[in-house]
């Protein structure tokens, strides 16, 4: 029995979260990429602190999202919106950098966002959307739609589906200003990945080679009547159907069909072409020699002649030495 401390820590165990390739990119390459960004545009040297982020529902997302927060929505280039935030004092920085040259210590006064701060803030929007087109598939490739400050028609934008939220706390100078970005981007769904085969050795491949397996290439069951059946002997000629040539099933030691074929020659020979194989498997190269050589059957008669083929009736008969033949349409007797 499990012991009431055992218990316990299971309860208190912290929840594992999922992580997207775009959060494992953001923790080791946002303090490189601000510090860039802030340098190159404004001059001015930054710091980063609690550099992170976690996947969240949109609509967690916004109930989290800070009251004093410039939202500009992003489109992902893949069918999907992200978001590109900034608060209140991130905002004001950005104004005093552009406006006087430098950030001033003054605390945020208590106003709303205004045009003229989304006009400014978005330069440092547009350049970090374009520092980002470096890092990998889901996290590059964004632009942005402008600012959006109304809650509602963002979560009519982004809709119920989940998104890494990376964070980066920006220190903008020792006790003048701290501001916060987040970007949202649609959370990858996990794919299973399936390890690729590994060859055979060159052992394996004569062993294998020795190994004989029987098949059974098999056309179209034949109906015929019974009267028909008792006057079978050899050499006699069964009608089939013209889709038998192209409907031939491949079979195993067991009976399983595993493809469908086509009846023709290879080299003056009897041979089939697989047309599909059970399971949708398909070839992942170049046709061989075989491929190239094979010669697709038709429904006209091969080196044989007589009064018994002179019409055709759409069918083909197979004779006991295995030629394939047109099948004479009856005609009817006068009177």
Known sequence: MSSTGDILRKKLRPRRVAQGVSLAWWATEADRLM????????DVD?????????????SDALDAMAPVTLPFLLDTGRDGRGLFTIDGALI??????????????????????????????????????????????????????????????LRLALGEGRFDVLRAQIDLGPGIKTGVCTIWLPAEVARP??????????AMKAVLDRCKVDLMAQVDGVEVSALALARLTQGSVLPLPASAISDVALRDCTGA???????????????????????GRVADGPPGPAQVAFQDTDLTAEGLAGPEVAALDGQVAVTAQGDEVPVPVPVPKAG
């Open 92 to 153: 004001d920085a950005l104004i005093e950098l552009q406006m006087l040259g430098k950030v001033m210590g003054m605390a945020r006064l208590n106003r709303p966002i205004t045009a003229i701060d989304a006009g400014l803030s978005e330069v440092f929007v547009r350049a970090s959307l374009e520092a980002l087109n470096a890092g990998p598939a889901g996290v590059s490739g964004l632009t942005t739609l402008g600012p959006q400050q109304d809650r509602a028609a």
């Open 257 to 279: 069909q595993f493809a469908s074929a086509r009846l023709g020659r290879l080299h003056g020979a009897r041979a089939v072409r697989i047309t599909q194989m059970q399971g």
């Open 35 to 42: 510090r860039d960004l802030f340098k190159t545009s404004f």
């Open 193 to 202: 990945v399936v390890a690729p085969a590994k060859p055979a050795s060159g």
């Open 46 to 58: 930054v710091a980063l602190a609690d550099v992170g982020g976690t996947q969240m529902a949109a």
